[in-house]
């Protein structure tokens, strides 16, 4: 209960542009070293709150309209027709879909 709560907190921020755009200017306002620190803490709390929810072992699959996005400016337009898919590289069978 207490993580579908913080995530639905997480979405509403990160839906927010112009809120995004303000805490990135506020982020780069602040001295390297202590961003560098505040950075290893939030990691570190992350870590932690990631062991307390036990996110590893969650197997539900999240609804789509709880999924955010932490786009800055705005969602690419894309071209059904015109979009193509290539997998390629290190895998065992490329795949091209259009």
């Keep these: 209960m207490i993580a579908r709560a913080y995530r639905k907190a997480l979405i509403t921020v990160g839906g ?7 805490l990135a200017f506020l982020w780069k306002m602040i001295a ?13 709390t992350v870590l932690w709150e990631k062991r ?3 996110i590893d072992e969650q197997t539900e699959i999240t609804a789509i309209k709880e999924l955010g996005s932490l786009a ?3 969602f690419p337009t894309i071209d059904i027709n015109d979009f193509h898919l290539t997998v390629d ?4 069978r490329p795949l091209s879909l259009s």
Excluded: C, E, M
Excluded at 89 to 92: K, L, P, R
């Design 32 to 44: 390297f070293r202590a961003r560098r620190g505040v950075t290893f803490l939030f990691i570190k």
């Design 52 to 54: 307390l929810i036990k």
């Design 89 to 92: 590289g290190a895998v065992d």
């Design 16 to 22: 927010n542009t112009t809120l995004l755009r303000f």
């Design 72 to 74: 800055y400016w705005s």
